[in-house]
């Protein structure tokens, strides 16, 4: 799955970083250990995660661009992650200021990739698969995502998601679904149907979910039993489980637009 414009990707990543640094740098220890809009996570649950997922991405650019092998959780996903939402034995302003310094390396590490490499694999140990198959270019497009996203979580004043994080986000996250990859959230693969998500302002997509697999399709002629509009920021946040299906215009079968996230579970 390839990605359009990485610079453009990458800068609006390198943005999101500066932004969220700048914000925490400016916000009181107390506030940092309160609660985010995230449910269980605090501000620093977020900090520690976005910090982590700087150096897992450094790490795996590295790898890759040295034809090694990769990996997010080096020690697995269950065993590791927990680790990864907490400080090290260090105050708030210890794990920002850790933060804003991996960003930054990420940053320039992303900086010197020339287009070619950004369409090289990402080759996990077979048994240690935690992305699936995916490009530099998408690793980039997951970061974008974790910063636009959480950075909405933090509550403490970042700007509403990019035009390029919605524009290249959508895409993405509804060819996605072909794959039935959700973050390892559980998926009910009985729910079989065919959906339509359309945008206001975009091209409409078709989701085919059949017991032989998922068929995604796009353009004007899509077609379905039920039918999901809204905006393409409203559909991208529905498809990463930020808005519900309620919120949304529905048309055609209710119940099916409903059983959408049971089969395909947001991250």
């Known amino acids: 799955m390839q990605i359009m414009n990485a610079a453009g990707v990458v800068a609006?990543?390198?943005?999101?970083?500066?932004?969220?640094?700048?914000?925490?740098?400016?916000?009181?220890?107390?506030?940092?250990?309160?609660?985010?809009?995230?449910?269980?996570?605090?501000?620093?649950?977020?900090?520690?995660?976005?910090?982590?997922?700087?150096?897992?991405?450094?790490?795996?650019?590295?790898?890759?661009?040295?034809?090694?092998?990769?990996?997010?959780?080096?020690d697995g996903r269950a065993q590791q992650r927990p680790s990864t939402l907490r400080p090290r034995n260090e105050q708030p302003s210890e794990v920002v200021d850790s933060l804003r310094l991996e960003q930054a390396n990420l940053d320039s590490l992303w900086r010197r990739l020339d287009p070619d490499q950004w369409e090289l694999a990402i080759r996990e140990p077979a048994d240690n698969a935690d992305l699936g198959p995916i490009t530099l270019g998408m690793l980039a497009l997951l970061r974008l995502t974790e910063v636009e996203v959480h950075g909405q979580d933090l509550d403490i004043g970042c700007r509403p998601w990019s035009e390029v994080f919605v524009d290249t986000g959508l895409p993405m996250r509804v060819r996605w679904l072909a794959t039935r990859r959700s973050n390892h959230a559980a998926t009910d693969e009985s729910i079989h149907g065919?959906?339509?998500?359309?945008?206001?302002?975009?091209?409409?997509?078709?989701?085919?979910?059949?017991?032989?697999?998922?068929?995604i399709s796009e353009g004007p002629e899509a077609d379905g039993d039920a039918e999901i509009s809204g905006s393409k920021r409203d559909l991208l946040a529905f498809l990463l489980g930020r808005v519900e299906v309620s919120a949304l215009s529905v048309s055609g079968d209710r119940q099916l637009a409903e059983s959408f996230t049971e089969a395909f579970p947001a991250p």
């Open 194 to 215: 065919r959906w339509v998500l359309r945008p206001t302002n975009g091209t409409p997509f078709a989701i085919t979910a059949a017991k032989d697999g998922v068929v």
């Open 12 to 74: 609006a990543v390198a943005e999101r970083h500066a932004e969220i640094g700048d914000l925490l740098a400016h916000t009181p220890a107390s506030d940092l250990s309160a609660p985010s809009l995230l449910p269980g996570w605090s501000r620093l649950t977020i900090a520690c995660h976005l910090r982590f997922g700087a150096e897992a991405n450094q790490s795996m650019t590295c790898a890759t661009l040295n034809g090694e092998d990769a990996q997010y959780y080096p």
